[in-house]
T-cell receptor, first 115, second 114 residues
Framework: GNSVTQMEGPVTLSEEAFLTINCTYT??????LFWYVQYPGEGLQLLLK?????DKGSNKGFEATYRKETTSFHLEKGSVQVSDSAVYFC??????????????FGQGTILTVHP | NAGVTQTPKFQVLKTGQSMTLQCAQD?????MYWYRQDPGMGLRLIYY???????DKGEVPNGYNVSRLNKREFSLRLESAAPSQTSVYFC?????????????FGSGTQLSVL
């Protein structure tokens, strides 16, 4: 079956530090890959996505590149802010049939950014 | 512009009690989903409805039932609550089931079963 593995957390950084959150996946075929973010007390929001190999998703200074050869979709940001403190989820959507809307999520990584 | 609305936001039940979690979306989306979120496990799909009139099991359906009441509403029912169902429940929707479709999530229901 499909699975997503994220780096162990929590991650604590100082403001303006570089962020990397690792994500690797196992899936058959050609899944779409996503990063969702959850701010305290809220539901998840889509941060960025990539639907085919070598695509780069980007939003709000965050980037992730779909690497099929390493089955990875690592999230990066060059300079984090306090407002980036949240839980980040890597997820995939399997291809084929009617399964596109059903996501398989990683366990989530808690990010805390200090001033 | 409400998006996906879930009620209630918080609920405490005793073991064996029943309850229904309500979800409604105002974006004219075709597909709706129920997920549960547990610490260290990410979100897991309970049930989904690809379109009005259809429902299917997800990864962890045991102990739950769903109803797609109409295009807007998708409810989740716990017939006999168990402590293992203590979790945060999220409803989500998508316009279609196309490749890379974005999910829109509600703000969640925090359920405790004592």
């Amino acid at each position: 079956g499909n699975s997503v593995t994220q780096m162990e957390g929590p991650v604590t950084l100082s403001e303006e530090a570089f962020l990397t959150i690792n994500c690797t996946y196992t899936a058959t075929g050609y899944p779409s890959l996503f990063w969702y973010v959850q701010y305290p007390g809220e539901g998840l929001q889509l941060l960025l996505k990539a639907t085919k190999a070598d695509d780069k998703g980007s939003n709000k200074g965050f980037e992730a590149t779909y690497r099929k050869e390493t089955t990875s979709f690592h999230l990066e940001k060059g300079s984090v802010q306090v407002s980036d403190s949240a839980v980040y989820f890597c997820a995939l959507s399997a291809d084929g049939g009617t399964s596109y809307g059903k996501l398989t999520f990683g366990q989530g990584t808690i990010l805390t950014v200090h001033p | 512009n409400a998006g996906v609305t879930q009620t209630p936001k918080f609920q405490v039940l005793k073991t064996g009690q029943s309850m229904t979690l309500q979800c409604a979306q105002d974006m004219n989306h075709n597909s709706m989903y129920w997920y549960r979120q547990d610490p260290g496990m990410g979100l897991r799909l309970i049930y989904y409805s690809a379109s009005e009139g259809t429902t299917d099991k997800g990864e962890v359906p045991n102990g739950y039932n769903v109803s797609r009441l109409n295009k807007r509403e998708f409810s989740l029912r716990l017939e006999s609550a168990a402590p293992s169902q203590t979790s945060v429940y999220f409803c989500a929707s998508t316009k279609t089931q196309g490749i890379g479709e974005k999910l829109f999530f509600g703000s969640g229901t925090q359920l405790s079963v004592l």
